[in-house]
């Protein structure tokens, strides 16, 4: 990899590429923004900051952009849900962001996809995507950048965590449509395209307007957008109720104390109704009268909505804590061979369906037969060995990767993962390889204590020992998934272990955010069965 945080890239490192910089990047040279290297067709990119990872290929400025877009809206949650960004002397937790420049991009990790974008949840990982089309990148494509804008938001906000929960649905949503309402009040008043962002912002009104609103529970409750409810209505609706707990001080209280409930424990669509004092269907007449009177007179030009009128202290913070998009991100240029494998090892870590298993692992492979000796290529091709190929030949890529470099931690993670497949395989080795897997795992979390991939698959490894789960085993987990609350698995099998542990009350409080996580799937589902069984046994005793 090349670094360019510091300096221009080289003319000769893009002399054989076919390259053309994006109307957004040209306009801003024009008015004198540097820009430090031009964004080129399948040139993917790395940019590093504080709390997000963002890899694509649409280009420097836009990628700068994505980046202080993030940051700001991650030190905004941290005002508005009252928590310090991260414990003292502990890095913070990173997402992992993948900006996919057209559709098909985007589907290469996501087939079939009906939206794009979405927050991913795989056994090991968890990473972010959003479409950033092409087509789009002109400086007055504005009607545009409001969708743009709101989809990088919605995904960043399943992300955050909210007092080690993920947010309830609606509060998730709710925050990503109210912030993206202040960047445009705060950064387009008075523009001569603001008549576009306005048009583009009525369509919740529209949605509001013409379609069937879901009942508050079901909004606020544990089944979210993901049981066949129209998405369209669940975002407007978070928006309206959001909007409505911000209008005015007292319903702000209302919010802090709800907030605080359900970061005790509270369900979200109870704890609801005790905060307003108001039952659900006094509650969603409220919201009627609200949308129909107050943001409906609001929607005169000049104004739109006015946040700054009735939250200003919201809309300050959101200025104060704007990043600037030059100092936003450390960049990095990939290697081509990026192009050919970036978004297919995320659909790995996601999974792919067993039937499509054959034929995409031939396209790693005929892909990989082009770039021997590119580590991006033999890890990617190695982990698809691995996972459902050749688990020899995935073993002879990783030692190859770490007899040139012994320090490459993803290497030492495949090659144990590696071996603990093949002992699930093969029982009567399986202790053994288990064992040989931890020297690997060992060995990367010397150079990475804090990378719950490692701890998980260590906690892992240490699982058919006779004594599972030593006092130390535990600990590994819980700290994996301190690090990782999202990844069902981590939970699940640190909730196991605590069960084992006879520590059957913490590992309820563990499953509990789980099972309340509209977009758990499979693993929230097991989730409410552990903790519907641990109920049955406290009932009946011993």
């Known amino acids: 990899m090349v670094d360019v945080s510091a300096g221009v890239v080289g003319e000769d490192m893009l002399s054989n590429r076919q390259c053309r910089e994006s109307p957004r990047a040209a306009a801003r040279l024009l008015v004198g923004v540097t820009v430090l290297s031009t964004a080129c067709a399948h040139q993917w990119l790395r ?3 504080a709390h997000v990872v963002i890899y694509s290929d649409v280009g420097e400025a836009d990628i700068r952009d994505v980046a202080s877009r993030l940051e700001g809206f991650e030190a905004f949650l941290h005002w ?27 589907q290469r990790t996501w087939p079939g996809g009906e939206y794009v974008d979405g927050y991913l949840v795989g056994p090991l990982d968890r990473f972010a995507m959003a479409l950033r089309s092409r087509e789009f990148q002109s400086v007055w494509s504005m009607t545009e950048e409001i969708p743009f804008l709101y989809r990088l938001l919605h995904s960043y906000a399943q992300h955050f965590r909210f007092c080690a929960r993920p947010l309830p649905t609606w509060l998730a949503e709710g925050w990503a449509e109210y912030y993206g309402e202040m960047v445009i009040e705060a950064e387009r008043p008075g523009r001569p395209e603001h008549l576009q962002w306005r048009w583009a912002l009525q369509g919740r009104y529209r949605v509001l307007h013409r379609r069937s609103w879901l009942p508050i ?6 089944t979210g957008p993901t049981d066949g409810s129209d998405p369209g209505i669940v975002y407007a609706q978070s928006w309206l109720l959001f909007r409505y707990l911000r209008s005015d001080l007292e319903r702000r209280n209302q919010l802090e104390g709800y907030m605080r409930a359900v970061c005790s424990g509270a369900d979200p669509a109870a704890a609801m109704e005790v905060a307003t004092g108001l039952a659900p269907e006094r509650l969603q007449a409220a919201m009627g009268d609200y949308f129909s009177h107050d943001l409906s007179n609001a929607m005169a030009w000049p104004g ?27 960049l990095t240029v990939l290697p081509e061979s990026a192009d050919d494998f970036l978004l297919e090892v995320q659909r790995i870590k996601v999974g792919v369906a067993k039937p499509d298993q054959p034929a995409f692992l031939e396209t790693i492979r005929r892909r990989a037969a082009r ?13 698809a060995e691995v996972s459902f190929g050749d688990r020899a030949a995935g073993a002879a890529l990783l030692d190859r990767a770490l007899a040139s470099n012994p320090n490459d931690i993803e290497a030492l993670e495949l090659r144990a993962l590696g071996l603990m497949l093949a002992g699930d395989d093969e029982p009567a080795r399986r202790a053994s390889l288990y064992a040989e897997a931890r020297g690997f795992l060992a060995r990367a979390y010397k150079l990475e204590p804090n990378r719950y991939q490692t701890l998980f698959l260590y906690a892992m490894s240490q699982s ?6 030593t006092e130390n085993t535990l600990n590994v987990l819980l700290r994996a998934h301190e690090l990782a609350p999202e990844v069902g698995r981590i939970t699940l099998m640190a909730a196991d272990a605590l069960i084992r542990a006879h520590h059957v009350a913490d590992a309820a409080e563990l499953l509990v955010p789980l099972a309340q996580d509209p977009r758990g799937g499979e693993a929230s589902s097991r989730a409410r069965a552990v903790l519907d069984k641990l109920r049955s046994s406290s009932r009946t005793g011993p």
């Open 47 to 49: 940019a590093e900051s």
């Open 80 to 106: 508005a849900t009252h928590q310090d960004s991260h414990r003292e002397g502990e890095p913070p937790r990173r997402l992992d962001f993948f900006l996919a420049a057209t559709l098909r991009e985007f």
């Open 217 to 222: 529970p079901k909004l606020l409750g544990r």
């Open 304 to 330: 739109f909505n006015e946040i700054g009128k009735h939250d200003q202290e919201a809309l300050e913070i959101y200025v104060a804590h704007r990043v600037p998009p030059i100092r936003a991100a450390k």
């Open 371 to 383: 770039w021997r000796g590119d580590r991006l290529a033999d890890l990617a091709l190695a982990r």
């Open 464 to 469: 058919v020992d006779p004594d599972y789960p």
